[in-house]
Structure formats: structure tokens, C-alpha cells
């Protein structure tokens, strides 16, 4: 038999260890006849604590993942996919009811709004085999043109945004996978779908404030002062709207050395977090004797909260689309701008995958590739 050869990979993982002793992760491109190096901004520390493999293990995911991708990205112009033929009978809508049933509950009512769409378009019974690439273009079609549900007035209509139709699609894809896997189906016939077709996702443009934007903040007056210290808190450690509103007194505590902590249920995830809040978060505390019930007692919904914050922002000569949330990608883009590691970062968001931390790191390396190209021609 002859010998077979095994293609070499166009990307490799490697690491180069730095001058704390942590080793730094980067990507070795080599295609074309060039060599390039992305750096991850992810590193692998010295293993002495059971937390110490685990942020190894979830680091060394995050770059294989990053990895795979860009290999993806490499390879997507040079193969295509062959078409197969579906076979299965089972209905689809009760099969995504079935996957639903054990994710968390965000996750659950994406999902089911995802279901809610398909039977818009084609029914409430929809069995595997109808579902192929005709299908798929179809249901791709539906969602630019179907309008978005929530509170807008009749004279008024708005389609569903780029983020939520690649979310649909990303999970559809997710659950035809998983069918494949279990043998109900013979293949993924997202696979068939020409890439202008599927919907993109959109580009990680999060909006975040400088620390001098924060600083004008402020130093700027605003008639709730309430609203004003909630969101400078939040620039400062990360919490969103929902988990600073049900923030009681008891959530925070003072370790052994004075330093002050916040354990809080996430509404978001259900999951702990256990936030160290720094001096400069502690002063936009109320300063106030009673210390029972929650911490920002008298603030309002998030909807006139986001109306008091435009006011705030325009009054501050800040040009952003400013909300709650803003304050958040705040925090973690200041903390990756001054060093923060990105696992850090992202157990400080309580984030359960350091993957959805890696857009931040993106955002970083957009501002610095924009410093760079800022600087003038010096050929004429």
C-alpha cells in the first residue's frame, strides 16, 4: 500500500513563553508563501492550583477554536459541499422543543422564538425531509422581509436586526448538526447553502466610552443622581442593568484584607459570580445609614433609565448611543486596554465560556491597527 501522506495544517497553535512565566498564544500563519502571527492575547500559566488547569483548559479551547476558524476562513473559497439526500419523517418543531427543554432560560426563549418563525413560514408540522436547501433559502428570504415583534406603534415597523437572524440561523445550524450526529438525518443541509444566502453576522461594533469619555461623565451634572452613580458602577465592574437593580446590601461583603466583594445570582444566567469591587466602584455607593434592602433602591426601569442616559451623554458632548449595557463593554474593554488578561476579564463578566469574551479582545486590536494607520505618509 502506498504510504499515505497527511496534509500539513495552513495554521498551527504555538506559544512563546514571556518574561513572568506565563507562555503567550499565537497563531503561525503559512499560506501563499508567507509566514504571519496573530497573538490570541490568551496565555497558559504555571500549574500549581486546580484553577490553574482549568483556566489552561478553557484558554487552550478558546485558541483551538480561534483556530479552526481562521482555518475555515482559509479554506471556505477552496471546497465546496456535496449534496445528500434527507431521509427522516420526524417533525422538526418537535424536536427543537425537545433540545430546548434543558438550556438556560435565554437560550430556551431564543429558541422558541427561532420555532415561532418556522411555523410563520411553513407550519406546524414540519418533518426533516422537507427541510433542505430550498427550505433554508426560503426561511432566509422570510427573515429580511418578516417585521420584528415589541413595543412600536402602528405607524411604525422594523425588521429583525443582522444579530438576531444569524442567531436564528446559528442555532437552526446547531440543531441540524446535532440531528446529523444522532443519525436522524444523513447530513447538515445548511452545508448546502450558498455563504450570500445564509445571513452574516454582524460586525462587533459593541459601543464603548475611553476613560476620558467616562471622566466627562462624571463630572457632568444629571437630575438622577441615582441613575448616574448605578452606571458609573457598572463602568467599573461590569455588572449589567438587571443584576445592579436586584444588588442588595447583603450581596456585599469584605473579605480578610478590607477589600470589598460582590456575590450575586446573575439574572441573566442563574449562575454565582463572586465580583471584587475596586475603591473607585465602592464610592459610587450611596452613602447612606441604612444598609438594608438594594442598593440603588430608588432606580427606575430600564427604559426611562435609558432616556435619563441620552440626556446625560448629549450634555457631556458624547456622541455615542449610550444604554446600560454600554457601561458594561465599557469595563471590559478599560480593563483589556490596561493589561487585564482576557481569561480574567472574563470570569470578572461571569462569563460561562471565555469565547464570549473574545470580541472585546477584537475591539482592542481594531483600536490599535486604527492608531497605527493613523500615522502619516512619510514617502509623500
Known sequence: ????LK??????????????????????????????????????????????????????????????????????????????????????LEYIDHFAESRKPAYRRLTQSL??????????????CNIDKHFLNGFAQYLNSVEASG???????????????????NILSL???????????????????????????????????????????????????DVKCAFLFSCLCGLRFSDIKQLAWRNLQKDSKGNMIAEIVQQKTGNLLYLPISNEAVKQLPNTENRTGTVFATLPDASYTTKILKSWACRAGINKNVTFHVARHTFATLGLTYGAELY??????????????????????EKKLEAVNAIPSITG
Open 175 to 225: 440543531l441540524l448538526n446535532k440531528a446529523h450526529r444522532e443519525g436522524i438525518i444523513a447530513t447538515n443541509p445548511m452545508k448546502e447553502l450558498e455563504p450570500e444566502m445564509r445571513p452574516q453576522r454582524a460586525e462587533p461594533r459593541r459601543t464603548f466610552l475611553t476613560i476620558d469619555e467616562v471622566r466627562k461623565l462624571a463630572e457632568t451634572s444629571i437630575n438622577r443622581n
Open 115 to 128: 420555532k415561532n418563525h418556522i411555523i410563520r413560514y411553513k407550519g406546524n408540522k414540519i418533518p426533516f
Open 344 to 365: 480574567t476579564i472574563s470570569k470578572l463578566l461571569g462569563h460561562s465560556d471565555i469565547r464570549m469574551t473574545q470580541i472585546y479582545a477584537d475591539i482592542i486590536n
Open 7 to 92: 496534509a500539513k495544517e495552513p495554521i498551527r497553535l504555538r506559544a512563546k513563553r514571556i518574561s513572568n512565566g506565563n507562555q503567550s498564544l499565537y497563531l503561525d500563519f503559512y499560506a501563499g508563501g508567507r509566514r504571519e502571527y496573530e497573538f490570541l492575547r490568551l496565555y497558559i500559566v504555571p500549574e500549581q492550583t486546580r484553577e490553574d488547569k482549568e483556566k489552561n483548559r478553557q484558554c487552550l479551547q478558546l485558541a483551538n477554536a480561534i483556530k479552526a476558524k481562521r482555518i475555515v476562513e482559509l479554506q471556505n473559497d477552496e471546497y465546496g459541499f456535496r449534496i445528500s439526500t434527507i431521509k427522516a419523517k420526524e417533525n422538526f
Open 151 to 169: 413595543n412600536i406603534s402602528k405607524k411604525e415597523t422594523r425588521k429583525l436586526s443582522q444579530g438576531t437572524k444569524w442567531n436564528y440561523f
Open 1 to 4: 500500500m502506498k504510504k499515505q
